[in-house]
DNA sequence: CCTACCGATCGGTAGG
DNA sequence: CCTACCGATCGGTAGG
């Protein structure tokens, strides 16, 4: 009751969103309703168009929180590590622990209906988190350009379907391995294999 | 009209799981509904109830039906290649056309609301599939038994997440290199990194 | 932020 | 395989 309060008094934005990614991590962006984000923050069901003029725009603002979140996440990461590979790892494992984090952010992110609400501040935020990645895959000092973006187009690939697959629990368990570990395991063998492969022919 | 008959006559089966395969490359496994897949079909909206008995069934269906067909065409493109690193990369790329040739199908096979309906037949199909890929990482002659299943996860993870990020169009333009060139290339460094730090080892 | 209400859609059952 | 119907839920508007 306490908490319900809260709402009442400036927080129910947050309260709404809050419910909605709860909401999206059981059954995805579609399984999001106005009505049982406003029953959840005890609210009546129209409560929630004072803050979202409607339910896309809800959806939408959540995606982008996320982008956000995960641009954020993966620079601290990048910032901490100094010698360049061990930054490339870094920065996998902290997107392995945004994924694992915000499963509701990560359903909103790269769910189905998705193309919908692609406002310009998603689509920023979406640009600003690839770059990251792109960053940190150059500082592998591959000179050509384009090789630098394979690599971490690769690397981002191989990221998600690892943190994706592993929300679903479906790695077999008799992989025996930690996610951790393979993170560790992929990122360092493809910045090794293509940066060996760059020197070679350099 | 014509095509409508011919379901009248043994074929709705069929053309309810292929209905709701189309519902599901658009919207996620929870956006099927029995009723529109049966309007789709061109019978009355419960007519479906004839070949399955509730909606979760349906889908189970397809899903089972995507990892039985993953599975073949997995199996299919190992065995039509002999060198074991181009056999590697020959069932990369399988993986990718399977999953650009049939967005309905990964849609509830890994898609939101999947955990549900676990079928035995669908738990078989999904580890049968998984096995080809761990048959064909053994192929890359590593000792160390965890060690291949490491390699097949963080493949299968790479080409997953490809897969899934390049059928969002989340896989920027400016890259560049087509998904067919970025499987070959992660698959080659995965493939020729694991096996040369086994052979370093022992 | 609420009550009351709208049209639409859904999964599923009854009964044939 | 169909018509008719059920209870429930949804997005959204009206009006306050």
Redesign the interface.
């Known amino acids: 009751m306490a908490n319900k309060r809260a709402y009442h008094h400036g927080d129910l934005r947050r309260a709404l969103l809050d419910a909605a990614l709860a909401l999206a991590e ?6 999001v309703t106005v009505r049982e984000a406003a029953r959840r923050a005890g609210v009546s069901h129209n409560a929630p168009y004072r803050h979202f003029p409607d339910k896309e725009t809800l959806i939408a603002a959540l995606s982008e929180e996320g982008f956000v979140e995960l641009a954020r996440t993966l620079r601290t990461a990048r910032a901490e590590v100094r010698d360049p590979e061990d930054r490339f790892v870094a920065t996998g494992m902290a997107y392995l622990r945004f994924a694992r984090g915000h499963p509701g952010h990560m ?1 909103v992110m ?6 919908k609400s692609q406002t310009p501040e998603l689509q920023r935020a ?2 600003d988190a ?1 770059q990251v990645v792109k960053d940190v895959a150059a500082d592998a000092g591959i000179v050509e350009l ?1 090789e630098t ?2 690599l971490g ?2 690397a ?10 592993w929300a ?5 368990p ?4 930690s996610a951790e ?2 993170v560790e ?2 990122s360092r ?2 910045y ?3 940066a060996q ?1 760059a020197r070679k022919r350099s």
Chains 1, 2 share one sequence.
């Open positions: 059981d059954g995805g962006p579609m399984a359903a790269f769910g189905p209906g998705v193309a979406a640009n690839f384009a973006r394979r187009t690769v981002w690939s191989f990221l998600h379907g690892l943190s994706v697959l679903q629990k479906q790695v077999p008799s992989v025996g391995s570990l393979l395991l992929g063998h493809l090794r294999s293509f492969s």
